[in-house]
Each structure stands twice: as C-alpha cells, then as structure tokens.
C-alpha cells in the first residue's frame, strides 16, 4: 500500500538486534527529563527529592538516572526557545505587542510554512525512510506502553525493573494531581509521533541514503507541537477578534490571557470526562455491529487477549507479518470468514493520502497511528499488539461516534442514538414519572395530531422535542446534543458554529420553534399537543460533554446553553 516503503530495508534492520538501541536510549532520556520536570515542578528542596524520589530509583537500580535531576528539560521550553528564534529569522514588521486580525493571520500562517518546512528537514536528514518510520513506530509503542501501564499500575504488583515501568511509575506517582499536565504531555507526544508518520509514509522528498545519526525527536516534538499550535490559532482567529480580543506577540506568539483560561478549563473538564464505552449498552451496540459486518472491538480483543500461541508477538513491539499469514492466524483462532478478517484490518490501518492534506489525516477520525496502527507495505504489516489493544478502546468510541471509514448503517446509528447517545432521557423520564408532572421525552412534533401540521416539511425546524415539562404554567423545552469531546480549538470552533452560526444551527431551530409557539394562533394546538397550559416558554441547550458555550445565556434568541448535569439538577429541584 505505501510504494515509498521498502521491505527488504525493515527486515534488514529488524535483523540486527542493536538497530534500535541508541535511539530506545535518547528517547527514554529525553521522556524521563520530560517527566522528572512535571513532578517537580521548579521544586529546589534537595530533601523532598531524596525523599520522595530516591526510593524509586534505588527499586530499579538505576541511581545514574537520579543525577540527571539536575539537568531537568522541558517541551515547552524548547518550544518557546524555536519560536524566539523563528520570529527573528522571518523578520516581522511587528514583533511585539497586539496584531490586527489580517496580521496575526498573516504572521500565523508564515510560521506555520516555516515549520513545516523544519520538520521536513529534520526527519529527512537524519536516516533513511524505513530506519526513520521503524524508529517513530517504537516511539509509539513505548507511549502506548506508559498509556496503558499507568492506567492500570498497582505498586504492589511484581514487575519486571526496567526503564519503562520505571518512567510508568514517575508519572502514576504525581498523576492524580496532575493528570491533565501528564496526559497533555503524553498526547503531544502522540501526536508529534502521528504527523512524522504521515509525512515519511506520503512525502515525496528525498531521505538521507548515508550513514544515520538519531532523530532529534526533543526537537521534532516541539517543531510538530508549535506547527499545531499556530495552525489551531489561525482557524480560531475570527472567535478570537469576534470576542474583542487580539493574538498577541511577545517571545511568543499567544491567545488572549482570558480565553487561554477559558479554554484551558474547556480542557481540563474534557481531560476528566469518562467517556462510557464499555457500559452494558455500548456492548450491544457492538454486538449488533458485530452481527452487521462480521467483526468488531470484541473480535478484535479476543484474538489480542485469549490466543498466546499467535503470530502477533506481544513482547516485541514492530511486528512484521506477511499479510495472508496473519489473516490465516486470525481464522484459525476464531473461526471468522477470512473476508470479515481482512475488512476489520482495513479498518484500523492507515491508507496512503496526499501530500497536501498530511496534517488533516495525521489527526483525523480514521487515518491517525493510534487509532488505526496497522502499515500495509507490500504484502506484509507492520504491526504492534500494544498499539492494536490502544486502537481497540478508539474502535469503540469510533463506532458510538460514527466515526469509521465508511457510514454505520441506518438501524445500528439508531441504536446507538436511543441506547446511548440519550440515555440521559431516561433519568429526566424518571423524574417526570415521579412529580406526576406534565411532560415528555422524546415528543414528536411532527406526528401529534393537533400540530403536525405545522412542523412537517418545514425547513430549520425541530422535527421532535427531547424533553419539555410544563409547571405552573412555565413551559420548559429542552434540546439535548451529544456533542464530540473538544480535544483542540478546531473542535471547539465546529461546536461554536453548530451551536449558533447559520440556519441550520442548534440555536437557530430553537428560535424558530418559539416563532410557532409565540403565534397568538398556534397557542391552541400547541396546548393541545403538549397536554397543558403555558403563558411562557423558557428554551435550554443541554450538551453531554464539556462544551465551551456551556454555562451561558443566548440574549438575542433566549436559550440557556448549560451542561446536561446542570440541566438535570436544575429539573430535579424544579419539579421534586
């Protein structure tokens, strides 16, 4: 599948047992600096790190890391030190303070071209094309590895004391209280490692065919992490002048002060969101999906976590298999169609994509390293059973979010909308149900005899009510969404622009849904309809996940945008 690959190179290196050693070294350094700079945080007391510290590395028996303390480094500080200098190569006309909106898009932009550019030229200099792509590959299998480890750690477990339990058990020490700065870290580094993947596999440029030094990777992180950065702030630009804020220039290129918090506290409260896929509803789902199209998370597990006799090593992580072998494993184990098999590999494999359009891919839905970690090159993979165990909990959320490569079908999406997506109907049901109060879930305006007629075929128009309740003739409607977890300002731009920009926006179908409820001659059929009384009607806006609008009030168009936790609470005080 990707022709700039050769196999004959992979093998050739997966020969020589020592290929990847100082590569495995200088990333461990440049993770442990990394992690030891989270914990400590400018901690200056010698005694808390003897204390606190010490223990662990005499556990493992490696003191000569413990030294290395002094000398801490930091991601972001290196970011901040390539951008100073970035900003002084492509000479500015302005270099300091606020940037008119063209400007600081303009200035953005730029940035954005130079670093590409310095990612291009440091993952084309340093080795050849599958050296490198080998290399990045086990760099995100150690990242899966302290993933997944510190999800699961337990101290008191029997381990085996390596470098990579011992960097697992640094950040599970301080993770609770700084889980969202570990796993901001960890996730950078994901992606870092996503678009260097994207790129050796696509780009058209020439790599180095000489001997090979080390990937700068300290320097690839922050190159990738920066390009990121500037490219979310150029798409977020107009929210940003909108709100009468300015990007501002320092050292740095910054949001507003303000909306940093903003978003920050957006991400802390997605960062701590659980998202349920693995609740006895979801586990339908599956197994309807299953039923459907012959395989599915579950299948995918079984053949990962039940065979230990498998082709797949689970103690290495580059595997490289001749594709028919591994599918003829897989049928063996299970007894599913080899057809289904080669489908459901398809599914969690990345595919080649153009040049231009790298950055897109490197972070879509269903073309990023850790979702779909299976490389096709001629007529083998290359594969990790750590990354497909990773890729098998994103196959889920991918399924509940329609987010495969092709559309779900119709009965399973609306499975998933009764069974899931609204399964916090059921508490407001039950609430209902209890202060014998008039309401509904679920009401379908457009099939209800007295004001059908005015709903159906009507364009922007809500088609059904997720849950109204009349009290003391106070009509309350609400429109619930389940809106994606914003991981980055493009999300929470596409969340602002669903909610309120355009006509088929959210806020938009509420407001022309009180254009009917406020004709004096409708207010008949629409009693009728809702079985009650109402001289007002108050409108709310309820998501499922963190959302940065939540926690306001539309003046324009009267909705309460809020969280669905509040919203709950709210109709819990107000009718019981």
Same mark, same amino acid.
């Given at each position: 599948m990707f022709e700039k690959i050769s196999f004959e190179k992979l093998k050739i290196n997966s020969n020589n047992p020592l290929f990847l050693s100082k590569h495995v070294d200088s990333f461990i350094k440049f993770l442990f600096k990394n992690i030891m700079y989270l914990n400590l945080n400018e901690e200056k007391d010698l005694n808390y790190l003897k204390v606190n510290y010490v223990p662990i590395f005499n556990k493992y028996g490696l003191m000569e890391l413990f030294s290395d303390c002094n000398i801490l480094s930091s991601h972001s500080f290196l970011?901040?030190? =390539? +951008? @100073?200098?970035?900003?002084?190569?492509?000479?500015?006309?302005?270099? *300091? $303070?606020?940037?008119?909106? %063209?400007?600081?898009?303009?200035?953005?932009?730029?940035?954005?071209?130079?670093?590409?550019?310095?990612?291009?030229?440091?993952?084309?200099?340093?080795?050849?094309?599958?050296?490198?792509?080998?290399?990045?590959?086990?760099?995100?299998?150690?990242?899966?590895?302290?993933?997944?480890?510190?999800?699961?750690?337990?101290?008191?477990?029997?381990?085996?004391?390596?470098?990579?339990?011992?960097?697992?058990?640094?950040?599970?020490?301080?993770?609770?209280?700084?889980?969202?700065?570990?796993?901001?870290?960890?996730?950078?580094?994901?992606?870092?490692?996503?678009?260097?993947?994207?790129?050796?596999?696509?780009?058209?440029?020439?790599?180095?065919?000489?001997?090979?030094?080390?990937?700068?990777?300290?320097?690839?992180?922050?190159?990738?992490?920066?390009? =990121? +950065? @500037?490219?979310?702030?150029?798409?977020?630009?107009?929210?940003?002048? *909108? $709100?009468?804020?300015?990007? %501002?220039?320092?050292?740095?290129?910054?949001?507003?002060?303000?909306?940093?918090?903003?978003?920050?506290?957006?991400?802390?409260?997605?960062?701590?969101?659980?998202?349920?896929?693995?609740?006895?509803?979801?586990?339908?789902?599956?197994?309807?999906?299953?039923?459907?199209?012959?395989?599915?998370?579950?299948?995918?597990?079984?053949?990962?976590?039940?065979?230990?006799?498998?082709?797949?090593?689970?103690?290495?992580?580059?595997?490289?298999?001749?594709?028919?072998?591994?599918?003829?494993?897989?049928?063996?184990?299970?007894?599913?169609?080899?057809?289904?098999?080669?489908?459901?590999?398809?599914?969690?494999?990345?595919?080649?994509?153009d040049i231009k359009k790298i950055y897109a891919e490197s972070f879509s839905h269903s073309n990023r390293l850790f979702r779909t970690p299976i490389i096709k090159i001629g007529e083998y993979y290359m594969l990790s059973h750590g990354l497909l165990c990773e890729s098998s909990q994103y196959f889920k959320y991918r399924i509940l979010k329609n987010q495969l490569s092709f559309p779900i079908d119709k009965k399973i999406r609306n499975m998933i909308t009764s069974e899931f997506d609204e399964a916090e109907l059921n508490t407001l049901n039950d609430i209902l149900e209890k202060s014998k109060a008039i309401g509904e879930t679920n009401f379908l305006l457009n099939k209800n005899i007295y004001c059908r007629h005015l709903f159906q075929n009507e364009k922007n128009m809500p088609q059904e009510i997720d849950f109204y309740v009349i009290k003391e003739k106070n009509l309350y409607i609400m429109e619930m969404k389940n809106n994606d977890l914003s991981r980055s300002l493009k999300n929470i731009k596409k969340d602002i622009n669903n909610t309120t920009k355009g006509q088929s926006s959210y806020v938009v179908k509420l407001t022309n849904l009180n254009k009917i409820l406020s004709r004096s001659d409708n207010i008949e059929a629409m009693q009728k309809a809702l079985n009650g009384e109402f001289n007002n009607v108050h409108y709310f806006l309820a998501f499922k996940n963190p959302h940065y609008l939540a926690g306001g009030y539309d003046l324009e168009n009267n909705v309460t945008i809020c969280s669905m936790k509040d919203f709950t609470v709210f109709v819990n005080k107000l009718l019981l």
């Open positions: 970011m901040d030190e =390539i +951008e @100073k200098e970035t900003i002084k190569t492509l000479k500015f006309s302005k270099v *300091r $303070g606020s940037l008119e909106q %063209e400007d600081a898009y303009s200035t953005l932009l730029r940035l954005e071209i130079e670093y590409e550019n310095m990612i291009a030229e440091e993952l084309t200099v340093c080795c050849n094309r599958e050296t490198c792509l080998q290399v990045l590959y086990t760099y995100a299998g150690i990242l899966n590895y302290l993933s997944m480890y510190n999800k699961y750690w337990d101290e008191k477990a029997p381990i085996d004391l390596n470098y990579l339990n011992l960097l697992t058990e640094l950040i599970n020490k301080n993770y609770l209280d700084k889980k969202f700065e570990f796993d901001a870290f960890l996730g950078e580094m994901k992606k870092s490692i996503e678009y260097s993947v994207h790129f050796i596999l696509n780009t058209d440029k020439e790599f180095q065919t000489g001997s090979a030094v080390e990937i700068d990777f300290s320097k690839v992180a922050a190159l990738i992490t920066l390009l =990121i +950065e @500037k490219r979310e702030y150029r798409n977020f630009i107009s929210e940003v002048y *909108r $709100g009468g804020g300015a990007l %501002e220039v320092t050292d740095r290129v910054f949001l507003p002060e303000d909306m940093v918090q903003r978003i920050n506290s957006l991400m802390v409260s997605t960062n701590n969101t659980i998202y349920s896929t693995d609740s006895i509803e979801s586990e339908h789902i599956y197994t309807s999906f299953s039923s459907k199209y012959g395989y599915s998370p579950q299948f995918l597990e079984n053949y990962l976590f039940r065979y230990d006799k498998k082709f797949l090593d689970s103690t290495v992580i580059i595997n490289l298999i001749e594709a028919k072998a591994l599918i003829k494993d897989i049928h063996n184990k299970t007894g599913q169609s080899e057809a289904n098999i080669k489908q459901m590999l398809h599914e969690i494999s990345l595919f080649p994509v």
